[in-house]
T-cell receptor
Framework: AQSVTQLDSHVSVSEGTPVLLRCNYSSSYSPSLFWYVQHPNKGLQLLLKYTSAATLVKGINGFEAEFKKSETSFHLTKPSAHMSDAAEYFCVVSERARGTGFQKLVFGTGTRLLVSP | KAGVTQTPRYLIKTRGQQVTLSCSPISGHRSVSWYQQTPGQGLQFLFEYFSETQRNKGNFPGRFSGRQFSNSRSEMNVSTLELGDSALYLC???????????????FGPGTRLLVL
């Protein structure tokens, strides 16, 4: 079964410094991978997705992620953090259900990004 | 286009009661998925409906059920509520089947359920 591991439960950065949120996945076939962001008391918003096209994926708000098959990683980065980036971030992999073959999303446990002035 | 809407946004119930939550997907989307989010368990998949049929199901007891109508609106029902059912319930809509290659799930704001 596919799974996702987000290596840090919390990441603290200062405004204007780079952001790195780490994600490793386990998949028996070529996966689709996503990063979602959740602001307090809000639903989830898609930041970016990888679907076997370019390995470097650019998303909204200056975020990007690189798919590295050899390392089974899909880390999220941003060159310069902004206060509004403070939120919870989820790495997600699509999983094919046994039997039916239908796919569903498997979420990581989330990384809370704290941005200080 | 309007986004995914969920009603009600907040709900307080007592143990043993039942509850029905509603989700209206983005116009034209045919798939609705439901998730439960709690601090302890994170985001867990409940089920997915596509064209009025349940296509996928997570590991939840039978007290959790759902349905989808011909206009793609979906409802989920939880019977005999337990304290542990307190959570944020999120629904997401997709044009096709969720999780498919390239498919993006669009999430609603959620319904926060508190069971006392």
């Amino acid at each position: 079964a596919q799974s996702v591991t987000q290596l840090d439960s919390h990441v603290s950065v200062s405004e204007g410094t780079p952001v790195l949120l780490r994600c490793n996945y386990s998949s028996s076939y070529s996966p689709s991978l996503f990063w979602y962001v959740q602001h307090p008391n809000k639903g989830l918003q898609l930041l970016l997705k990888y679907t076997s096209a370019a390995t470097l994926v650019k998303g909204i708000n200056g975020f990007e992620a690189e798919f590295k098959k050899s390392e089974t990683s899909f880390h999220l980065t941003k060159p310069s953090a902004h206060m509004s980036d403070a939120a919870e971030y989820f790495c997600v992999v699509s999983e094919r259900a046994r039997g039916t073959g239908f796919q569903k999303l498997v979420f990581g446990t989330g990384t809370r990004l704290l941005v200080s002035p | 286009k309007a986004g995914v809407t969920q009603t009600p946004r907040y709900l307080i119930k007592t143990r043993g009661q039942q509850v029905t939550l509603s989700c209206s997907p983005i116009s034209g989307h045919r798939s609705v998925s439901w998730y439960q989010q709690t601090p302890g368990q994170g985001l867990q998949f409940l089920f997915e409906y596509f064209s009025e049929t349940q296509r996928n199901k997570g590991n939840f007891p039978g007290r959790f059920s759902g349905r989808q109508f011909s206009n793609s609106r979906s409802e989920m029902n939880v019977s005999t509520l337990e304290l542990g059912d307190s959570a944020l319930y999120l629904c997401a809509s997709t044009l096709g089947l969720a999780g498919g290659s390239g498919e993006t799930q669009y999430f609603g704001p959620g319904t926060r359920l508190l069971v006392l």
